[in-house]
């Protein structure tokens, strides 16, 4: 299973941006996937994911609403729409998949929360906020 990942870019405190992943190589409906980002000298950290079951969907609770993650099943992608831009939100985006059902948010908030669940992992797309 492959994962690109592309959308990123320089942009001004509070404009918008969409991420894109797509999925190629395996069953796109056998995944659930889920963007994660790692800021210079921090931790990677999840930022939202989607279930492949019942499009269940995760948020980390510092995006304070602004992000909207998707899947559209006929083109094998996964969306990020970050809307409200930040200059904390500065980082490498990651998208990655996880293999198997899974359904209800506290499974999908774990895979989240636990990047080592996931199976596999794409490039990153730089994301540059200005000030």
């Known amino acids: 299973v492959q994962l690109q990942a592309s959308g990123g870019g320089l942009v001004q405190a509070g404009d918008s941006l969409r991420l894109s992943c797509a999925v190629s190589?395996?069953?796109?409906?056998?995944?659930?996937v889920g963007w994660f980002r790692q800021a210079p000298g921090k931790e990677r950290e999840g930022v939202s994911c989607?279930?492949?079951?019942?499009?269940?969907?995760y948020y980390a609770d510092s995006l304070q609403g602004r992000f909207t993650i998707s899947r559209d099943n006929a083109k094998n992608t996964v969306y990020l729409q970050m809307n409200g831009l930040k200059p904390e939100d500065t980082a490498l985006y990651y998208c990655?998949?996880?293999?198997?059902?899974?359904?209800?948010?506290?499974?999908?908030?774990?895979?989240?929360?636990?990047?080592?669940?996931?199976?596999?992992w794409g490039k990153g797309t730089l994301v540059t906020v200005s000030s």
């Open positions: 989607i279930s492949n079951s019942d499009d269940s969907t």
């Open positions: 190589g395996g069953t796109f409906s056998s995944y659930s």
């Open positions: 990655a998949a996880y293999f198997g059902a899974v359904y209800g948010g506290s499974y999908l908030q774990s895979l989240c929360r636990h990047r080592y669940r996931m199976d596999y």
